[in-house]
């Protein structure tokens, strides 16, 4: 689950209070960034160099909140 009004702009790992609000029905694809940095441009204590595997399980799924339907 991504809560998406969690979201913030970063810009080359520096956050952008000024940057525009996400707007999820405008999210046409979505990257990962795994860097040595935090997003506030501190050193990213989890980094480890080398290769890096991303296990994703289930799969990777979008929705939305579900249309009304009239059933007469």
Excluded at 20 to 30: A, F, G, H, T
Excluded at 34 to 41: I, M, P
Aim: charged share 25%.
């Amino acid at each position: 689950y991504l809560p998406w009004h969690e979201f913030r702009c970063v810009k080359r790992a520096l956050y952008d209070p000024r940057g525009p609000p996400l707007e999820p029905s405008k999210v046409r694809q979505l990257g990962l960034v795994y860097s040595r940095f935090e997003f506030n441009g501190q050193p990213n204590p989890r980094f480890v160099p080398g290769d890096f595997e991303l296990r994703i399980d289930g799969g990777l799924r979008g929705f939305t909140l579900p249309r009304p339907q009239l059933v007469m």
